[in-house]
């Protein structure tokens, strides 16, 4: 095995204010900064042997499973780069790469430096354009030319390897307070500390404008009437949607963290919020919610939604979810960080979304926001998510039973070890209602916090077998009245496109 030209360069790089946030992840996706350039590939490398080995065997299984034929690549024929990349104090790491330009025989390697799982990453991945996500702050980029891909070698110490960005999990801020709105139509969202938003150009802000001033309208009112309620839900449908669409603009989750001040502050004035990323608790009295290991039910990342697995070919969420930072669900997800950071689930429990197979509701609000879709095999073990976590939970159009139950990853700091890990709880179903076919209200008094968007709304059937009735969505407890919301599947939009099976004709 050739082990030279090889190199390990570091690149360090220190979470700064320009980087935007949200409740528990930043990212940087301008001027390159976490590309490899070439210079990079000289000198001195120094590895260890467990990380070089771990790294080896997962190349070796990669290639005995994509070719069913290990010698038509011999190890020995390729020739290693290699470079580090590093965000001080991240709690894990993920790449944006885009559409790779490899050798049709060449591969990249991703290491991660705190527990040594590798992703193996050759040209035909091209479903998804980000890497799985790596714990530690601390990534390998080790890319393995072979000797009949001369000219991907050349261009490599030429030019480099292009990374288009990064994500990364910092500490989340809970309960941190609500400052009013700042209203400035005239100059990009811009998120400031302490959570004040202010409005600017060039982004049409409409949308955003309009649902900010309902907020205020009604910011001082403890009870709004039906009417009023459902206005402010489908402005802020409406604003939150214009933000995810020009996030790519901004920057990718300055619209999440625009759509984050939105939901939380609707959801503490009157419980029509998003009910996303948000730490304020929705809880129907005492937080009665206790850790549990489904496995049908994933967590989606990073945006820090939930996901669920149904009997029809298909993983469902909430609508709100959708955007830039959906992209990908994992399972048999870990205890946090003592300081709450998630901690991510192992690689070959993680399944990137493909952007193509999203159906969601387009406007959403409280009874119709909902998500469909697909993801990719797992890189490291080649498996469906359904062959590894199986069938899924059975749909259900009927109306949900007295007693219902909602599985999910939402915020939590009792202890920070539970944030964002699965919790389930046990509660009262109140009441369906259907207000148009597209649109379903189910309204329920179990435990919920952001990041329970997207959870099932589960009861059992006369069969005893756990049964979806909907996705829980929307805040809406408070004090112990009130209630929480979810989409029912009485949808007919949702339930057809569940029924479709086949979002991206691959099967």
């Known amino acids: 095995m050739k082990m030279l030209p090889l190199a390990l360069a570091t690149m360090v790089w220190t979470s700064c204010a320009s980087a935007q946030v949200t409740n528990s992840f930043e990212t940087?996706?301008?001027?390159?900064?976490?590309?490899?350039?070439?210079?990079?590939?000289?000198?001195?490398?120094?590895?260890?042997?467990?990380?070089s080995d771990?790294?080896?065997?997962?190349?070796?299984?990669?290639?005995?499973?994509s070719t069913k034929n290990i010698d038509q690549q011999n190890l020995d024929e390729f020739s290693f780069f290699a470079a580090e990349r590093t965000v001080r104090g991240a709690g894990w790491l993920q790449f944006a790469i885009g559409d790779l330009e490899l050798g049709p025989r060449s591969y990249v390697l991703l290491q991660s430096a705190l527990d040594g799982q590798t992703q193996v990453i050759d040209e035909r991945v091209g479903e998804t354009e980000h890497t799985l996500a790596f714990n530690g702050d601390t990534v390998i980029v080790y890319i393995a030319t072979h000797p009949l891909d001369l000219e991907f070698e050349k261009s490599l110490q030429k030019d480099g390897f292009k990374i288009k960005g990064a994500i990364w999990g910092v500490e989340p801020e809970f309960n941190k307070p609500i400052k009013p709105f700042s209203l400035d139509t005239e100059s990009p969202i811009v998120l400031k500390e302490g959570g004040l938003l202010t409005l600017k150009s060039p982004l049409n802000t409409s949308e955003i404008t309009e649902a900010a001033r309902l907020l205020m309208q009604y910011e001082s009112r403890k009870i709004l009437s039906a009417k009023e309620a459902a206005q402010v839900g489908r402005s802020i449908g409406?604003?939150?949607?214009?933000?995810?669409?020009a996030a790519s603009t901004l920057g990718a989750v300055a619209g999440l963290g625009v759509g984050y001040v939105l939901?939380?502050?609707?959801?503490?004035?009157?419980?029509?919020?998003?009910?996303?990323?948000?730490?304020?608790?929705?809880?129907?009295?005492?937080?009665?919610?206790?850790?549990?290991?489904?496995?049908?039910?994933?967590?989606?990342?990073?945006?820090?939604?939930?996901?669920?697995?149904?009997?029809?070919?298909?993983?469902?969420?909430?609508?709100h979810c959708v955007g830039p930072t959906m992209l990908d669900i994992e399972f048999d997800v870990p205890n946090s960080t003592r300081s709450g950071v998630p901690v991510r689930s192992a690689l070959k429990n993680q399944y990137s979304i493909i952007p193509k197979s999203v159906r969601s509701s387009e406007p959403f609000e409280m009874g119709n926001d909902w998500a469909v879709f697909?993801?990719?095999?797992?890189?490291?073990?080649?498996?469906?998510?359904?062959?590894?976590?199986?069938?899924?939970?059975?749909?259900?159009?009927?109306?949900?039973?007295?007693?219902?139950?909602v599985i999910g990853y939402g915020t939590d700091n009792t202890p920070l070890s539970r944030n964002q890990t699965q919790q389930e709880q046990v509660g009262g179903f109140v009441s369906e209602l259907v207000r148009a076919s597209d649109n379903v209200i189910l309204k329920h008094k179990v435990d919920t916090s952001g990041g329970n968007s997207g959870s099932p709304l589960m009861g059992v059937s006369t069969e005893g077998k756990l049964v979806a009735f909907g996705i829980h969505t929307n805040a809406g407890c408070m004090g112990g009245g009130g209630s929480n919301n979810a989409t029912g599947f009485k949808h007919q939009s949702l339930y057809s496109h569940v029924k479709a099976r086949n979002l991206v004709g691959r099967r």
């Open 263 to 319: 939901g939380r502050s609707a959801g503490a004035a009157f419980g029509a919020g998003l009910g996303t990323q948000s730490t304020v608790e929705s809880v129907c009295g005492n937080d009665d919610r206790i850790p549990s290991k489904h496995p049908f039910v994933g967590r989606v990342m990073p945006v820090g939604c939930t996901g669920w697995i149904s009997t029809d070919g298909v993983l469902l969420t909430a609508g």
């Open 374 to 405: 697909e993801v990719a095999r797992n890189t490291i073990t080649g498996l469906s998510v359904f062959e590894a976590q199986g069938d899924g939970f059975v749909i259900s159009q009927l109306e949900p039973p007295e007693t219902v139950r």
């Open 238 to 245: 409406r604003a939150s949607r214009a933000i995810n669409e």
């Open 54 to 65: 771990k790294a080896l065997e997962a190349l070796r299984r990669h290639i005995e499973r």
């Open 28 to 51: 940087d996706y301008d001027n390159g900064a976490f590309s490899i350039d070439p210079r990079e590939f000289q000198g001195a490398y120094n590895l260890s042997e467990e990380l």
